[in-house]
């Protein structure tokens, strides 16, 4: 079973819309980290934003902000007013203790964006 | 700024050849991983390195091995590539713990022919 399902292969919006990527987790460890990452075409993964399983409130970073319900095991990210510079692939990441003691990231499929003007 | 390095940005090999991939950070990070990044599949985790000499298998180690012995340095290695090892090639560096964030290097696009 995935630990990271992100069910959107690809999402069109319009520019300057908001526009939700969903993100999904599972994890028996009470204690982990959530991340989204952001890979335009030029290749390089950009980390956008981050929640911790114990955090009271959702995270925000400027236009991002990740809609985190612990009860459902769901990390959305919001972006908030999309611009055309938005348009790449978005990675959900969860950082959780290995058998080893140490804590390992994996990733989703990701979910391509594509901005329209 | 923390940085990844990675030797080459693109590689062609032969089949059957031995393929040596370099990744150098300079943040002194404990942690060091290696992923394959495929169309539709994401990022897969072949080996991490939580200390110099230290490593552990992540989801897909077959085929591949690594080297740490320097901690800025973590190396992986195709014994014997074959055609189903052309891929981007992904390393990232990150502080322990779970609130720590991966770095990249910016991949080796690797074709086996």
């Known amino acids: 079973a995935q630990k990271i399902t992100q069910t959107q292969p690809g999402m069109f919006v319009q520019e300057k819309e908001a526009v939700t990527l969903d993100c999904t987790y599972d994890t028996s460890d009470p204690s982990y980290g959530l991340f989204w990452y952001k890979q335009p075409s030029s290749g390089e993964m950009i980390f956008l934003i981050y929640q911790g399983s114990y955090d009271q409130q959702n995270a925000t970073e400027g236009r991002y902000s990740l809609n985190f319900q612990k009860a459902r095991k769901s990390a959305n990210l919001v972006i908030s007013a999309s611009q055309l510079g938005d348009s790449a692939m978005y990675f959900c990441?969860?950082?959780?203790?290995?058998?080893?003691?140490?804590?390992?990231?994996?990733f989703g499929r990701g979910t391509s964006l594509i901005v329209h003007p | 700024d923390v940085k990844v390095t990675q030797s080459s940005r693109y590689l062609v090999k032969r089949t059957g050849e031995k393929v040596f991939l370099e990744c150098v950070q300079d943040m002194d990070h404990e942690n060091m991983f290696w992923y394959r990044q495929d169309p539709g599949l994401g990022l897969r985790l072949i080996y991490f390195s939580y200390d110099v000499k230290m490593k552990e298998k992540g989801d897909i180690p077959e085929g591949y091995s690594v080297s740490r012995e320097k901690k800025e340095r973590f190396s992986l290695i195709l014994e014997s590539a074959s055609t189903n090892q052309t891929s981007m090639y992904l390393c990232?560096?990150?502080?322990?713990?779970?609130?720590?964030?991966?770095?990249f290097g910016s991949g080796t696009q690797l074709s086996v022919l």
């Open positions: 990441a969860m950082r959780e203790k290995g058998s080893g003691g140490s804590y390992i990231p994996t």
């Open positions: 990232a560096s990150s502080l322990s713990g779970e609130r720590e964030k991966l770095f």
